[in-house]
T-cell receptor, first 115, second 112 residues
Framework: SQKIEQNSEALNIQEGKTATLTCNYTNYSPAYLQWYRQDPGRGPVFLLLIRENEKEKRKERLKVTFDTTLKQSLFHITASQPADSATYLCALEPLESGGYNKLIFGAGTRLAVHP | DADVTQTPRNRITKTGKRIMLECSQTKGHDRMYWYRQDPGLGLQLIYYSFDVKDINKGEISDGYSVSRQAQAKFSLSLESAIPNQTALYFC???????????FGEGSRLTVL
């Protein structure tokens, strides 16, 4: 079956450390993968997009990697801050969806950054 | 004002009632989506539309219907609500292929 898996357990880290979140997928051929941030009671907010022919993307303190052989994306937040505490969702669009932005979402990983 | 506005934000209703959730956007995007979010599950696509003449079913469309009244408006209806439709519903928009989705703040629906 097709699925996207993110660690269901919360990730707790100390302020200033690098947070690394994992997104694994099976039986999809992604055209691209996106990461979103979701705060409690709010809608998801887009962070980064990485295409299937890209290995790495950076934006300020954020870095995303994409390994189509391992079928995995890693999302890193460097110099983490308590304000980074949120749930982070990964989403992919399968190649076969024809570019319709029909994203398939993982359940998300909750990150808690402690002072 | 928010770019993607959903109403109502919270609704409690009873089994068998008809419910409409409304979404309007000021981003000028052609593509609009309705997703459902349940605890511990990923967002699931209910319906999507690429213009007023284009409506498509997503992965969980049973029990739901939609109407695209204008480019800026996309409504989700539950003709006869049931308790397992209790969830957080999100409307989203995008403007081109492989683009980001812009989400509304969500509509929390409870069916008793």
């Amino acid at each position: 079956s097709q699925k996207i898996e993110q660690n269901s357990e919360a990730l707790n880290i100390q302020e200033g450390k690098t947070a690394t979140l994992t997104c694994n997928y099976t039986n999809y051929s992604p055209a691209y993968l996106q990461w979103y941030r979701q705060d409690p009671g709010r809608g998801p907010v887009f962070l980064l997009l990485i295409r299937e022919n890209e290995k790495e993307k950076r934006k300020e303190r954020l870095k995303v990697t994409f390994d189509t052989t391992l079928k995995q994306s890693l999302f890193h937040i460097t110099a983490s801050q308590p304000a980074d505490s949120a749930t982070y969702l990964c989403a992919l669009e399968p190649l076969e969806s024809g570019g319709y932005n029909k994203l398939i979402f993982g359940a998300g990983t909750r990150l808690a950054v402690h002072p | 004002d928010a770019d993607v506005t959903q109403t109502p934000r919270n609704r409690i209703t009873k089994t068998g009632k008809r419910i409409m959730l409304e979404c309007s956007q000021t981003k000028g995007h052609d593509r609009m989506y309705w997703y459902r979010q349940d605890p511990g599950l990923g967002l699931q696509l209910i319906y999507y539309s690429f213009d007023v003449k284009d409506i498509n079913k997503g992965e969980i469309s049973d029990g739901y219907s939609v109407s695209r009244q204008a480019q800026a408006k996309f409504s989700l209806s539950l003709e006869s609500a049931i308790p397992n439709q209790t969830a957080l519903y999100f409307c989203a928009t995008s403007d081109f292929s492989a683009g980001e989705l812009f989400f509304g703040e969500g509509s929390r629906l409870t069916v008793l």
